[in-house]
Nanobody, 123 residues
C-alpha cells in the first residue's frame, strides 16, 4: 500500500529557509516520478517541482526557480524540497504526490498524496 508523509513545514520570516521531506512507503521514490505541489487558501493547487527516477529534475515552477531545489534521499526513500529565500507568496499547504505510472504525467494523474505540511512566510 502506497503511503506518503510530508514533514518540515513551519513558520519563517521572509528570506528564510525550510526543507520539506516526503517519506514514502509501499514503493521506491527513486524508480518513478515524484512531485511537490502547493495550495494557498482560495487558490488552485499548483505543481512546484518534479523529479524523475531520483536524479532528473523535470520541472520547477517559474516563481521558485533559483530558490527551491528538489532532490532524492535514496537511503530514506525520501524526496526533499529545499526552499531558500522564502517569500510571503510561498505561503501554502505543501503536498508531495506520485502517479501510478513511472513517468511524470499531467497533474490530474497524480493519485497518491500525502496529508500535507503547512508553510507560512510572514514578517
Amino acid at each position: 500500500q502506497v503511503h506518503l508523509v510530508e514533514s518540515g513545514g513551519g513558520s519563517v520570516l521572509p528570506g528564510g529557509s525550510l526543507t520539506l521531506s516526503c517519506t514514502a512507503s509501499g514503493f521506491s521514490t527513486s524508480k518513478g516520478c515524484m512531485a511537490w505541489f502547493r495550495q494557498a487558501p482560495g487558490k488552485q493547487r499548483e505543481r512546484v517541482a518534479a523529479i524523475y527516477r531520483g536524479d532528473t529534475v523535470l520541472f520547477y515552477r517559474d516563481s521558485v526557480k533559483g530558490r527551491f531545489t528538489i532532490s532524492q534521499d535514496d537511503a530514506n526513500n525520501t524526496v526533499l524540497l529545499q526552499m531558500n529565500g522564502l517569500k510571503p507568496e510561498d505561503t501554502a499547504m505543501y503536498y508531495c504526490a506520485a502517479p501510478r505510472v513511472t513517468w511524470c504525467p499531467e497533474d490530474t494523474a497524480f493519485v497518491y498524496w500525502g496529508p500535507g505540511t503547512q508553510v507560512t512566510v510572514s514578517a
